[in-house]
Structure formats: structure tokens, C-alpha cells
């Protein structure tokens, strides 16, 4: 909607033909934007060559779990070299890769000019509106990075820049553990000052492992970071934080993947920074404790137990300089 609304010529690729032949007859998506008008220039096809035919960009955002089986369907397919901008949240479990990482593993060089992430706190449902959203565009070539903010940028969607693929990479996959642990807290009734807690020895654990990963540990400060943890712990179109109010009422983790019907990214993020952050002995308290609830079938309520009676210490202790990383 935002790159037809700037004049661009766009084709959506979907899997169910019916809901394609909505957008192009009537200019609807049933499911998802069920009260939006989609604009009129707006195209979708089943066909992905046909989506991609010509294509000079490519975004790409299925969830993390598809991102392989996609790209191998688009490698065989493309003619040209294309950017890829993706916009996926995830990180894969056992590789511990990230999504651009994915993405250059499966598409050949002479196919893939540059893989451009765009990520911030934007749920669609509010992008759809036209209600004002602003986002970064990171990619390790500036010129891809920029080249993306003006195809993106209008009135009511402002894009930034950041060189900093890793750390935009992290920011927006790791929030998805945190807003899920805060769904479980106010869905046990815990209330505000659990969430604030959350989101902020949340945003500690995120910048220990990010730092350790090679991001650089302001980029956590910024709409990736800081900004993606405040919405997706704080909205009502938050699926992870929908998903963990879910649990923390008591629904098992199938119970809540069932009723949900969308992608809870969150999930098998925890997986993956579980993994990760053993690997590096990054100590990362909330997402040991979620793991335990959502994998080993821990009751969530001796999980924030077991985090409310940790030893004591001081605030700024094992954050590594938390606050000056911030701030530098
Ligand atoms: N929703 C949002 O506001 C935002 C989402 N994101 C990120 O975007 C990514 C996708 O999220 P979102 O669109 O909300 O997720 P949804 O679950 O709402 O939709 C996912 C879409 O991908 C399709 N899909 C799933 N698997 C495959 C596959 N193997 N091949 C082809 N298509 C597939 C689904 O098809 P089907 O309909 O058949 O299931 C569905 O249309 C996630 O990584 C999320 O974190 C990022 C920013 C904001
Ligand atoms: O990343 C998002 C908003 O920026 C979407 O978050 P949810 O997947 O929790 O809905």
C-alpha cells in the first residue's frame, strides 16, 4: 500500500486465489485489512514469475520458517539482479542465522544485488490506515539503504537509515521474546509495573547478546529497538504479546498457535537466542525462563518466580555499561 501510494508500480504474490482475485476485483483483503479499500494500481497474482517478472525490488515477508523455501522458489526464476528488502522478525533456530543472512545463503550472487532490511514499530494494521509510522532501512551498502527510503518515505510513513544490519536484525527478532513474556505477565494479572520491568531487563538482555552478535548497541536505541519493544509489548495488534496473555491465562503453547492462525514469530525466536546465548555464555535471565515455559512445559508463574528471587546485585552489574552504550 505505501509503494502504490508513492506511485510505484506493485504486484502482490499470494497462495490462495481467492483472496487474490479480491484484491484485484474489488480491491479488498478479507482476512487481513477486512475494513481498508486497498489502492486501485494495486495487483496480485498466484504466479510468483509473474509477481516478479521485471522486478527491480523484492520484498519479501513471509515468516522466518518460509524465508528458505521462498527464496529457492524465486532463485530459479529471476533474470536480473534484484534488491531484496525484507521485512521478516525471526532468527533460525540450530543456524542461529539471520534473515539477510538466509536470504544471500539461498540466492545466487548473480541474482542478488543487495538485501536491504526494513523493520521498526509498524503493525500493518496501522500502516493500512495511513496512520504515521516511521522505520529504518539498514544496509551495509548506504546507497541500497537510502535507495529504499525514498521508494518508502511519504506523509505518514518517515524512513530513517543505519548502516547496522546486525543490530536491526537482532532488535527486531529479540522484542518478539520480550513482548511474549509480557503477554504471559498481564495475562496473570501482573499488571503495569511487570511489563515496565520487562521491556527493561528485556532491552538488557537484547543489547548483551546483539553486542556479542556485532551489532552496534545504540542501533537498540532506536525505532528497531527500543521503538519495536514498546509497541509490540504494549499494542493490541501484538500477536506475541496476544500469544503470551494466551499462555499466561493458562492455554497451552498448541492451544494458543491454534486459536492465533498468524505467525507468532516469538516462539521459535526464543529457540534461537535459548541456543545462541548459550553458546556465547550471555546471560539472558527472561529468555532462559521462557524457554522453560514454552518448551519444557514450565508453569509461567514460577517462571517470573524464579526471576523476582535471582541474587541481588546492582543495576548496572552484567549489562555491560548499559546505559553508556545507549547513550555513547
Ligand atoms: N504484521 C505486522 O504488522 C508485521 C509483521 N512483520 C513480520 O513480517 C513477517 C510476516 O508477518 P505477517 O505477515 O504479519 O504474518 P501472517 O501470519 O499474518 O501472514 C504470513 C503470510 O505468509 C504466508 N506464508 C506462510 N508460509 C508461507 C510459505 N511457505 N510460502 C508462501 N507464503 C507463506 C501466509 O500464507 P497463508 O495465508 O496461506 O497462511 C500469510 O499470507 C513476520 O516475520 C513478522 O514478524 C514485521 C512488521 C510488522
Ligand atoms: O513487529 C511487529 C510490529 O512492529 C509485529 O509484531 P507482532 O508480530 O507481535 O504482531
Given at each position: 500500500m505505501v509503494l502504490a501510494d508513492n506511485g510505484h508500480s506493485v504486484t502482490l504474490w499470494g497462495n490462495k486465489s481467492e483472496l487474490i482475485n479480491d484484491i484485484n476485483e474489488?480491491?479488498?483483503?478479507?482476512?487481513?485489512?477486512?475494513?481498508i479499500e486497498l489502492p486501485h494500481s494495486l495487483k496480485a497474482t498466484v504466479e510468483l514469475n509473474e509477481a516478479v517478472e521485471d522486478a527491480k525490488y523484492i520484498l519479501l515477508v513471509v515468516p522466518t520458517k518460509a524465508i528458505r523455501e521462498v527464496c529457492q522458489k524465486l532463485n530459479p526464476i529471476l533474470k536480473n539482479k534484484v534488491t531484496i528488502i525484507h521485512a521478516s522478525k525471526g532468527i533460525e533456530p540450530?543456524?542461529?542465522?539471520?534473515i539477510s543472512e538466509m536470504i544471500s545463503e539461498e540466492i545466487d550472487e548473480k541474482n542478488l544485488g543487495s538485501v536491504v532490511v526494513l523493520s521498526g514499530p509498524s503493525h500493518a494494521e496501522e500502516v493500512a490506515l495511513r496512520h504515521p509510522t516511521t522505520v529504518t532501512s539498514a544496509s551495509a551498502n548506504m546507497e541500497d539503504a537510502r535507495a529504499v527510503q525514498e521508494l518508502f518515505s511519504n506523509g505518514y510513513f518517515r524512513v530513517y537509515t543505519n548502516e547496522d544490519v546486525i543490530g536491526v536484525e537482532i532488535g527486531g527478532a529479540l522484542k518478539n521474546i520480550i513482548a511474549l513474556a509480557a503477554g504471559i505477565t498481564d495475562g496473570l494479572g501482573y499488571g503495569d509495573n511487570a511489563k515496565a520491568a520487562l521491556m527493561t531487563r528485556g532491552l538488557a538482555e537484547i543489547i548483551r547478546l546483539g553486542k556479542e552478535m556485532?551489532?552496534?548497541?545504540?542501533?537498540?536505541?532506536g525505532l528497531t529497538g527500543m521503538g519495536d519493544l514498546i509497541v509490540t509489548c504494549t499494542s493490541v495488534h501484538s500477536r506475541n504479546w496476544r500469544a503470551g496473555n494466551l499462555l499466561g491465562k493458562g492455554q497451552s503453547l498448541d492451544e494458543v498457535l491454534e486459536n492465533m492462525?498468524?505467525?507468532?514469530?516469538?516462539v521459535r525466536t526464543t529457540k534461537a537466542a535459548y541456543q545462541l546465548a548459550k553458546q556465547a555464555k550471555v546471560e539472558m535471565p527472561i529468555v532462559n525462563e521462557l524457554y522453560a515455559v514454552l518448551f519444557?512445559?514450565?508453569n509461567p508463574k514460577l517462571g517470573v518466580d524464579a526471576l523476582m528471587n535471582r541474587d541481588k546485585r546492582h543495576e548496572?552489574?552484567?549489562?555491560?555499561?548499559f546505559i553508556s552504550d545507549l547513550t555513547k
Open positions: 474489488f480491491h479488498t483483503n478479507k482476512r487481513y485489512l477486512p475494513e540450530d543456524s542461529s542465522k539471520r556485532g551489532a552496534n548497541p545504540q542501533t537498540f536505541a492462525g498468524m505467525v507468532v514469530e516469538g519444557e512445559g514450565k548496572g552489574e552484567s549489562t555491560s555499561n
